[in-house]
């Protein structure tokens, strides 16, 4: 086997290399695994709360999370791979079974709304089968304000999405969207922008 798909990283050249905004590309085994497990121990932990626990749910959130918001509200289902790697930035609302493979930096931006089933993937694979399953690639995801994916959105590495977009349910978005718009489909493409007709006359 080549060196290529050895670990040859420490922990600190892996997290270095996990924590930055570039894309990189390496072995499945240059991202240590146990760099998972207190993601893991605390996701079962949250998953086994049973009665109303505010504090308790807040501390392992904040355990949890590379940058935490006291208005970040994962529902039920909720996974991740290593917790570290998601930064919230204010509200965020994120609806049932929402996973975020967070191989990269993942930027939430406040007023977040994340519906049901959505997965934000900045894991990868190589393209060429020859290489396929020793290759991980991975690149952020960034969410400006306001953004709202609606239910079974999936977001790839390397995309930002801008403020106050909408992204319609079932969409695949493999390419940045710009502030403002309603986007769907597989690929996710414009469909047109947000406006005044779109408020709701009755309410101030």
């Not at 072995?27 to 121990?41: D, E, H, I, R, T």
């Not at 939430?108 to 997965?119: L, Q």
């Not at 977009?165 to 690929?187: N, R, W």
């Amino acid at each position: 086997m080549s060196d290529f798909y050895k670990n040859t990283e420490n922990i600190e050249d892996a997290l270095k290399r996990m924590t930055s905004m570039e894309p990189y590309h390496c072995s499945p085994f240059n991202n240590p695994p146990q760099l998972k497990k207190k993601a893991g121990y605390l996701l079962k932990e949250l998953a086994a709360l049973t009665e109303p626990d505010d504090n308790r749910r807040a501390e392992i959130l904040k355990e949890l999370f590379g940058t935490y918001h006291p208005l970040v509200f994962p529902a039920d289902g909720f996974r991740c791979d290593y917790g570290f790697n998601i930064h919230f930035h204010g509200l965020a609302v994120i609806n049932y079974n929402v996973v975020m493979l967070d191989t990269s930096p993942i930027n939430i931006g406040a007023g977040a709304f994340i519906g049901p089933g959505v997965c934000l993937a900045c894991a990868g694979h190589a393209i060429h089968p020859s290489q396929r399953r020793h290759v991980l690639t991975s690149a952020p995801i960034t969410l400006e304000e306001n953004v709202w994916l609606g239910a079974n959105v999936t977001v790839v590495g390397g995309v930002t999405i801008g403020s106050g977009s909408v992204i319609g349910s079932g969409s695949v978005v493999t390419k940045d969207i710009p502030a403002g718009v309603i986007a769907a489909g597989v690929p996710c493409k414009i469909i047109r922008e947000i406006t005044d007709d779109d408020l709701f006359e009755d309410l101030n």
